[in-house]
């Protein structure tokens, strides 16, 4: 028997989280995250079967809307209850990803803090 395999390398591409920091104890419902397109890739590659999803924790987020014609810029409103419960303090990284219809995934990560104004230790002078 003869197996052939391909390997698809993803798409790495630039993401933006917003805030840039996380206040574990913040009362907001949501956070953003931004994905720019690459020229070669529309909205209409993406499969919409299988969707976009966070790391940690494989969140799906609440909508996607897509921003500009030429060089499109996913929108992704995540829920900050779903992704809270995946965070701990100090520096963390956020993963946004998808897959193209052809197979391939496409996605990027983006470092953020996550402070806990609770857990702060009053300065004493």
């Known amino acids: 028997d003869e197996v052939i395999i391909t390997v698809v390398r993803p798409v790495r591409t630039r993401i933006m989280v917003l805030p840039t920091v996380l206040n574990l104890k913040s009362q907001n419902d949501y956070i953003w995250i931004l994905m720019d397109l690459p020229r070669d890739i529309k909205p209409a590659q993406i499969d919409s079967d299988y969707g976009y999803f966070v790391l940690p924790g494989r969140i799906k987020p609440e909508e ?62």
């Open 64 to 125: 996607v809307r897509y921003i500009g014609h030429l060089n499109p810029t996913a929108a992704a409103k995540i829920s900050w209850n779903q992704l809270k419960q995946y965070l701990d303090t100090g520096k963390v990284e956020l993963v946004f990803y998808t897959r193209l219809k052809d197979g391939r995934f496409i996605g990027g990560s983006d470092m953020v803090l996550v402070i806990d104004p609770t857990s702060e230790k009053p300065k004493h002078k």
